[in-house]
């Protein structure tokens, strides 16, 4: 199937990167919710906390990208509800685009909190499906 690297295999790994990142991310927005907009040049927001939630429910869903990284087979819900919300965001994100509501430049965390995603969680729910199938989940 799928190599292993030391014990672990290419999901473990992906799945904590995924975990560790998501709680930095949702870390430095709940601590520093103007850093974004400022960085995109954009207002601030006038109701900051709602934009600190988004960071804690970022963060909320590392803690379960690593709670799945121990077994992406038997946690496929996890990693779909991941992916879901990361095909949705970029989708909502467009729309915002589109509308103009939103910058283009403030999308530049779509590359690195969605897009980069895609295909491992993808391939989890792939290998999940495929084992639950073949019967060795």
Known sequence: MHKKVAGRG???????????????????????PALLFDLAGMEQP??????????MIVGVYGIGYIAAARDHRRHWPIVLVGLL???FGPIGFAQAVIAGDLPIT?????LTNDLVW??????MLRDAWRSHHKGEA
């Open 106 to 110: 403030f999308g530049i965390t779509i």
């Open 46 to 55: 006038r109701y900051p906390q709602l934009w600190q939630c988004i960071g």
């Open 85 to 87: 919300g990361k095909i």
């Open 10 to 32: 290419w999901a473990f790994w992906w799945l904590w990167a995924a975990g560790v990142y998501n709680i930095v991310w949702g870390a430095a927005v709940v601590l520093f």
């Open 118 to 123: 895609w295909v491992p969680f993808t391939l």
